[in-house]
T-cell receptor, first 119, second 111 residues
Framework: EAGVTQFPSHSVIEKGQTVTLRCDPI?????LYWYRRVMGKEIKFLLH????????ESGMPNNRFLAERTGGTYSTLKVQPAELEDSGVYFC?????????????????FGPGTRLTVT | GQQLNQSPQSMFIQEGEDVSMNCTSS?????WLWYKQDPGEGPVLLIA?????ELTSNGRLTAQFGITRKDSFLNISASIPSDVGIYFC???????????FGKGTTLSVSS
């Protein structure tokens, strides 16, 4: 079974430019999460999709960030316009729908991340 | 917002030594998780804990969910070079919600 994949692995852009990150979750996982780790700090939650709906976007820093998950499959996270403080590693994670099979079955599996550098 | 205090920030040990790291929170969690991140990879789940007082092992790794539900620790016994990486604790209030992470413990193992 393929894991969570993210594209690109690295992106270097100038301040003011636009970047779009993509995440493909594990097949069949309804829940998709975006997280970000700024260097030396903790991994912070950005938002959570259940299928195509935004369940929780309380972690989105500001309106320069736009996440979509059309069709409930892959997701994109667009940063427009990028600022220096947006630099960091953006992780995507996915999990199954909560069911009766036990809590361990809906833990989050992480992708390798996209390292974004804004210069 | 909720924060996790993870310590130590980094550790430098000799191969064969045991390692211990912990996380504390000002609020209660219903789930504690421990992840490991290798360079260029995403966090990989090591151990998940769902009940206060629960002690769970995964090979040389042992983790416990604190009785107060505000802390957890991870022990690694007889460390080996491939244990090198960043270890993150994470807590969660409810199933299916976002994880709150500690800042990580960077482990270096010399052979």
């Amino acid at each position: 079974e393929a894991g969570v994949t993210q594209f690109p692995s690295h992106s270097v852009i100038e301040k003011g430019q636009t970047v779009t990150l993509r995440c493909d979750p594990i097949s069949g996982h309804d829940n998709l999460y975006w997280y970000r780790r700024v260097m030396g700090k903790e991994i912070k939650f950005l938002l959570h999709f259940v299928k195509e709906s935004k369940q929780d976007e309380s972690g989105m820093p500001n309106n320069r960030f736009l996440a979509e998950r059309t069709g409930g499959t892959y997701s994109t996270l667009k940063v427009q316009p990028a600022e220096l403080e947006d630099s960091g590693v953006y992780f995507c994670a996915s999990s199954q729908a909560i069911g009766l099979a036990g809590p361990h079955t809906y833990e989050q599996y992480f992708g390798p991340g996209t390292r974004l550098t804004v210069t | 917002g909720q924060q996790l205090n993870q310590s130590p920030q980094s550790m430098f040990i000799q191969e064969g030594e045991d390692v211990s790291m912990n996380c504390t929170s000002s609020s209660i969690f219903n789930t504690w998780l421990w992840y490991k991140q290798d360079p260029g990879e995403g966090p990989v789940l090591l151990i998940a804990l769902y009940k206060a007082g629960e002690l769970t092992s995964n090979g040389r790794l042992t983790a416990q969910f604190g009785i107060t539900r505000k802390d957890s620790f991870l022990n690694i016994s007889a460390s080996i070079p491939s244990d090198v990486g960043i270890y993150f604790c994470a807590g969660r209030d409810q199933a299916g919600t976002a994880l709150i992470f500690g800042k990580g413990t960077t482990l270096s193992v010399s052979s």
